[in-house]
T-cell receptor, first 116, second 112 residues
């Protein structure tokens, strides 16, 4: 597609439920990133993929969070047993090469998660 | 680890010039990026400095001093539409290279 696509754009769930957030990167982009942004806050790094591999999972807040990427394309971020503190916008970004080379990421519009 | 410091808020008037500073601490360094984010929108890339000096792109310029671990974003001829949050970011040089670490952002308010 023309840009990074994320779905759902909005998700309201009850505490304790599992949620899946999807990201479709720009076609051909080998690197894919997930960030979390709480209201009025900065971007908190969660995980990134180079191809289908995730060299750096250090940002995942807890073992309730997991992510996968298949076919060097779509990625899914899963949050199990959601807590109210998980409420945030989850942003996905992709880049043609690792960001360390160009410093440029292309972001999607995000998935806004609200945990009641 | 990495840390970036930038002012939380800046206010300026239309037509003015504003400078947003960013200081960083990293165990290694590749370059400094700047992003703009309007309320409710996605961050968008503005500029990247890998070498010392000034990079100019229209009304926006970005500066880097590697020896001072310091950079800034300069916005000229401010317009109302420039009201947004601005983030500086550096690459993680740690055990796994590739991810981009962002500062907490500077909220710029442009007044008429």
């Amino acid at each position: 597609g023309a840009g990074v696509s994320q779905s759902p754009s909005n998700k309201v769930t009850e505490k304790g439920k599992d949620v899946e957030l999807r990201c479709d990167p720009i076609s051909g982009h080998t690197a894919l990133y997930w960030y979390r942004q709480r209201l009025g806050q900065g971007l908190e790094f969660l995980i990134y993929f180079q191809g289908n591999s995730a060299p750096d999972k250090s940002g995942l807040p807890s073992d309730r969070f997991s992510a996968e990427r298949t076919g060097e394309s779509v990625s899914t971020l899963t949050i199990q047993r959601t807590q109210q503190e998980d409420s945030a916008v989850y942003l996905c970004a992709s880049s043609l090469r690792l960001a360390l080379v160009t410093g440029e990421l292309f972001f999607g519009e995000g998935s806004r998660l609200t945990v009641l | 680890g990495q840390s970036l410091e930038q002012p939380s808020e800046v206010t300026a008037v239309e037509g003015a010039i504003v400078q947003i500073n960013c200081t960083y601490q990293t165990s290694g360094f590749y370059g400094l990026s700047w992003y703009q984010q309007h309320d409710g929108g996605a961050p968008t890339f503005l500029s990247y400095n890998a070498l010392d000096g000034l990079e100019e792109t229209g009304r926006f310029s970005s500066f880097l001093s590697r020896s001072d671990s310091y950079g800034y974003l300069l916005l000229q001829e401010l317009q109302m539409k420039d009201s947004a949050s601005y983030f500086c970011a550096v690459q993680n040089y740690g055990g796994s290279q590739g991810n981009l670490i962002f500062g907490k952002g500077t909220k710029l308010s442009v007044k008429p």
